[in-house]
């Protein structure tokens, strides 16, 4: 991540190492919109907040019965990314390491 590569490397930095760090402004920000829900411009963006994770439910359901819908299944595919990338960097700190996957031919 040299600066003499300018944009290149903060597209690199931004793209493959600050992505698995993105749901802790996720937690962050759900946990400070519910303990702030009484003051007036939070109670507000509380409803849509919420909304985004009950549509991410509602696309695990989806997926889990069979049903096809793309709508849900962005929310939902966006929060499994998030907390996949949660597990991850937990285990990681915790020294659990896992084998690398081959594939059988």
Do not use: D
């Not at 300018?6 to 937690?27: D, S, T």
């Not at 509602?58 to 990314?81: A, D, E, H, K, Q």
């Not at 990681?92 to 081959?102: D, I, K, L």
């Amino acid at each position: 991540l040299s600066p003499r590569y300018g944009f290149a490397a903060y597209q690199l930095l931004v793209h493959k190492y600050l992505r698995v760090f993105c749901w802790v402004p996720m937690i962050v920000a759900l946990v400070t919109n519910f303990l702030l829900r009484s003051v007036t411009p939070y109670n507000y963006l509380l409803v849509p907040h919420v909304t985004v994770y009950a549509l991410a439910f509602v696309g695990y359901l989806n997926v889990r019965m069979g049903i096809r819908s793309r709508f849900t299944y962005l929310f939902y595919y966006f929060v499994l990314l998030n907390y996949t990338c949660m597990i991850g960097f937990v285990n990681y700190a915790r020294g659990v390491r896992r084998p690398t996957w081959t594939p059988e031919r």
